[in-house]
């Protein structure tokens, strides 16, 4: 089955406590990327990727790190997580083929950091 | 800074009902698409309309968009309660794809 995995879904840490969100796409897409969803902020892009070794910034990359040494995987990365990055974060991913190709998402990895 | 605003920003509607959800936009666009978003899980693609298109129908679905307006609008005819979910619209400012930009959504809510 066609899919985004991530994990965990659910994860409760303490501030300064680094921690991984892992990501990974069975769909060969070249284009991956995160996004925070917010109570009336909607979806905001974190970092994104166009391929392997390939990353840059969305609109609120502060305080998150990301890596893409396989095209599968698209690890976010907080290195010292604080209260304000408690949130509901969605990976995505889509073939590359600008304008015309819709995002699919994982299920969602609801982080509280305390 | 947010690209999409919906409207309204809840909507609650009977069975049978059609209901219509609007978009509206700062700045040029490639294309606009829709995502349907069920109760915290991952978003789904709904319908995607480029700038040079005015109506998409897909099933129940009709989208339209009016560039020189910066607007879309998202109808769901004889809505149904598996319609109760959240709606974004989400734009490429211009750039391409890879910049998608959601607005904050629109609460639907179908009472049987």
């Known amino acids: 089955e066609a899919q985004v995995t991530q994990n965990p879904r659910y994860l409760i840490t303490v501030t300064g406590k680094k921690l991984t969100v892992t990501c990974s796409q069975n769909?060969?897409?070249?284009?991956m990327s995160w996004y925070r969803q917010d109570p009336g902020l909607g979806l905001r892009q974190i970092y994104y990727s166009m391929n392997v070794e390939v990353t840059d910034k969305g609109d609120v990359p502060e305080g998150y790190k990301v890596s893409r040494k396989e095209k599968r995987n698209f690890p976010l990365i907080l290195e010292s997580p604080s209260p304000n990055q408690t949130s509901l974060y969605f990976c995505?991913?889509?073939?590359?083929?600008?304008?015309?190709?819709?995002?699919?998402f994982g299920n969602g990895t609801r982080l509280t950091v305390t | 800074s947010q690209q999409g605003e919906e409207d309204p920003q809840a909507l609650s509607i009977q069975e049978g009902e059609n209901a219509t959800m609007n978009c509206s936009y700062k700045t040029s666009i490639n294309n606009l698409q829709w995502y349907r978003q069920n109760s915290g899980r991952g978003l789904v693609h709904l319908i995607l309309?480029?700038?040079?298109?005015r109506e998409k129908h897909s099933g129940r679905l009709r989208v339209t968009l009016d560039t020189s307006k910066k607007s879309s609008s998202l109808l769901i005819t004889a809505s149904r309660a598996a319609d109760t979910a959240s709606y974004f619209c989400a734009t490429d400012r211009g750039t391409g794809f890879q910049k998608l930009v959601f607005g904050t959504g629109t609460r639907l809510l179908v009472s049987p």
């Open positions: 769909m060969n897409h070249e284009y």
């Open positions: 309309i480029r700038s040079n298109e």
């Open positions: 995505a991913s889509s073939p590359l083929r600008q304008g015309n190709s819709p995002l699919h």
